[in-house]
């Protein structure tokens, strides 16, 4: 094999690992934006029912002050009732307090009502708290786990870097700029390797004279499609079939 094509292929499986970290680390900001929305909401829901209770405290005031007019009406009018001297200004009393004490129990009901919604609306409240309560606690959390997995994958990509720069000392600056240009240029991927004929970057068919240049690994060989680096990888060992003279060997082995 070509002397560095073997640190290519090791270049390649490392900037392939540090994009995938690097991909995680810009999705963390995305889960701690859904966690804040969620509190949000949850802050917005206990506003809104906060808003009810005291638009409820309010109309409940107003009726109660209401009350007090009518109230303070029928009895003027029963006071009146004495007082009149005619059967004309009697009927008209009797009609007065008539709508009086209507009035009466039409803001008694209303109170009544109001003071039910405010029953079920406390009870609302102290729901919407709780469920406020509950997504505080699971963004504390999320927030903790995405910093932990930040420190996490910063390490790991420092390490990768380390390991990176090793491996580039060791090859000619030549084969270092040729990566780096094809890891700039191509997505990320500057190696792919070659299966079933085809480049397995751009799926385009390789030459078989191509195909043999690579898999002797005397020269760097470039797809002539999408000019990544090109290798053979070399044939999967099939696993061994449970009873096997190989498997039992294995375990044997291993024992």
């Known amino acids: 094999m070509h ?71 029928l009895t003027k009018y029963k006071d009146q009732l004495m007082e009149v001297k005619t059967n004309k200004e009697y009927t008209t009393m009797q009609h007065e307090i008539a709508t009086a004490e209507e009035g009466v129990r039409t803001f008694e009901d209303q109170i009544l009502t109001l003071m039910m919604q405010a029953d079920e609306l406390t009870a609302a409240v102290k729901a919407a708290e709780a469920a406020l309560a509950v997504e505080e606690r699971k963004a504390a959390a999320v927030r903790t786990e995405v910093e932990a997995e930040r420190g996490r994958l910063d390490t790991e990509l420092a390490g990768l870097t380390t390991t990176r720069a090793a491996i580039e000392k060791q090859m000619s600056p030549e084969y270092v700029r ?48 999408c000019k ?24 044997g082995g291993r024992a």
Not at 11 to 30: F, I, N, S
Not at 229 to 239: D, G, R
Request: charged share 25%.
């Open 3 to 73: 002397p560095s094509l073997e640190h290519l292929i090791r270049l390649q499986q490392l900037e392939t690992e540090a994009g995938e970290r690097k991909r995680r680390l810009a999705d963390l900001p995305a889960r701690l934006t859904e966690a804040d929305a969620a509190v949000a909401a949850a802050k917005a829901a206990r506003e809104a029912t906060a808003a009810q209770v005291t638009e409820n405290t309010a109309a409940r005031r107003a009726a109660d002050k209401e009350l007090g007019v009518v109230q303070a009406r």
């Open 178 to 225: 040729l990566f780096n240009d094809g890891v700039a240029t191509r997505r990320g991927v500057a190696v792919s390797a070659i299966r079933d004929g085809h480049c397995q970057a751009c799926q385009v068919t390789v030459r078989p004279q191509q195909i043999m240049q690579a898999r002797k690994g005397d020269e760097i060989v470039l797809c002539e499609s």
């Open 228 to 251: 990544r680096i090109l290798y053979v990888p070399p044939p999967a060992v099939p696993a061994a079939a449970p009873g096997s003279p190989e498997a039992v060997a294995g375990e």
